[in-house]
């Protein structure tokens, strides 16, 4: 919302809705031995809810710091459940923190078409962002990981020293390509500040080289030079020579055959051609951003912290394996870190996205007067049957209740949005409602124990809370149809 629009009514049983989902979440989870990682994927959640409910172009620095929110709680979120279904096996676990993710959204976000609008641009804006950086890892690993451009550098070298005329020859004409180069960066450079650049000196203006400036003559005797000097007549020559004058060899062989200069100039040229390709890079660049460049780099900010958490990872990992660290053995290369890791956010994004559009669509034909509250409620109840014969009585019985209560102040704040239009109602009266509700939903606890351990005649411990959980499953209805009433 902008600082200027009017609160949202309902906010407190909203937020308590809330409150009453990640309490039943991490009641089931740490009774069904989610341990830490449970933990970790409600924390998720209510991340990602908030994030969904950041996403506002009038406010760039909150509508960046919802997109990384998004993509942090989406690749966390994808992390605890895959960790869970890893080593425990269990749907139930993801049924919760769907449940727990869909009131999150509902309370920090709301249902509207705008939500899902922002939230479909957030994650193409920054699922660009990764695949560009996916593409350039996988780029990087093809060229350099597998040696080819490091193999094919070294063996152009050794090809151009291999004789003191062929490493004449080449350097002269590294020279010229450094020349064609820094003439194409610096013509770069105009083109990105025109008019701004200063006085260019004298050895600059004289290092600069066009095609035009090269006498075809110079051209051509390089061409027969370089295919007379690796002759075995030309060699013997030039070693003969050489050998008889023991200074001028000692100086060949320091600037020629050891590939100093080569080297060096070889440098300028890579230099220059990176500064002659930024032309390219920022007409690329507008090209993405567009008319707004600040909000879409905002919403591609959670793109970019995922490509910044990659790169880093596989920094890491490329420091422990060059320096032998004790763990190294066990450590991958850094393509197989960052790729990994930004496939993971990409993924994780489209899923999180294609299940705010399902919570979206099905509210909109079946629950529409609880929003996503009701379609919460009702996974956290699934979750926690599925979960029952891992549980206690008193958890399934107090998981069901608690899905109860998102259920009613999910209704009840959704009832104030619609009706009151941004006038928020006292607080004392969403408390007092809050307390009523409660106050019902303990006693049906009471009486759905005291049903399950004394009226009911079963001796197996274990099929109590199944029990349990059907007396719970009519008491939902029979306080459902009360309401209704």
């Known amino acids: 919302m902008r600082p200027d629009d009017p609160p949202r009514a309902g906010v407190v049983s909203a937020r308590g809705a809330l409150a009453v989902a990640a309490f039943v979440a991490l009641l089931v989870l740490a009774l069904s031995g989610a341990g830490a990682v449970g933990v970790l994927g409600v924390g998720a959640t ?226 220059s051609l990176c500064v002659a390709a930024a032309p390219t890079v920022h007409r690329v660049v507008v090209f993405w951003t567009g008319p707004s460049p600040g909000n879409t780099v905002a919403y591609g900010a959670g793109g970019l912290v995922a490509v910044a958490v990659a790169l880093g990872g596989g920094a890491l990992a490329s420091l422990a394996r060059a320096f032998d660290l004790s763990v190294a053995a066990g450590v991958p290369s850094a393509v197989a870190v960052a790729v990994p890791a930004l496939v993971v956010a990409l993924c994780a994004l489209l899923v999180v996205l294609a299940f705010v559009h399902g919570l979206h669509r099905v509210t909109e034909l079946f629950v529409r007067r609880a929003d996503g509250f009701a379609v919460g409620a009702a996974l956290l109840l699934v979750g926690t049957a599925l979960l029952a014969d891992a549980l206690p009585t008193l958890a399934v019985v107090t998981a069901a209740a608690g899905a109860l209560a998102v259920w009613d102040l999910g209704v009840h704040a959704v009832g104030f949005e619609r009706d009151l239009r941004g006038v928020r109602p006292p607080t004392r009266t969403e408390l007092v409602h809050a307390t009523a509700t409660g106050t019902v939903l303990v006693v049906a606890v009471g009486v759905a124990l005291l049903v399950g351990y004394f009226a009911v005649p079963i001796r197996v411990p274990d099929d109590r809370a199944t029990v349990a959980l059907a007396l719970v499953m009519v008491s939902v209805v029979a306080f459902a149809v009360a309401l209704r009433e």
């Open 46 to 271: 209510v991340v990602l809810g908030w994030g969904v409910g950041a996403l506002d172009p009038s406010r760039t620095r909150r509508l960046a710091a919802g997109s990384v929110s998004v993509a942090v709680g989406s690749a966390a979120l994808a992390a605890a459940t895959s960790g869970l279904a890893a080593t425990a096996g269990r749907a139930g676990h993801a049924v919760v923190f769907a449940g727990t993710a869909a009131v999150a959204v509902a309370a920090l976000a709301g249902r509207s078409p705008e939500t899902t609008d922002r939230l479909t641009r957030a994650v193409s804006e920054s699922g660009f962002v990764a695949l560009v950086a996916l593409a350039l890892a996988v780029a990087w690993f093809l060229l350099v990981g597998t040696g080819f451009v490091p193999g094919l550098v070294a063996w152009s070298f050794e090809g151009a020293t291999a004789a003191p005329v062929t490493a004449a020859v080449w350097l002269q004409v590294i020279g010229i390509g450094a020349g064609l180069a820094a003439d194409r960066a610096a013509r770069a450079i105009d083109s990105l500040v025109p008019g701004r650049s200063g006085p260019e000196s004298g050895l600059a203006a004289s290092f600069r080289l066009t095609l035009g400036d090269l006498p075809r003559w110079y051209a051509a005797t390089l061409v027969v030079a370089l295919l007379l000097g690796s002759a075995a007549v030309v060699r013997e020559a030039v070693a003969s020579a050489l050998a008889a004058r023991p200074l001028v060899g000692r100086a060949v062989d320091a600037v020629l055959l050891t590939g100093v200069a080569h080297a060096a100039l070889g440098v300028v040229i890579a230099l």
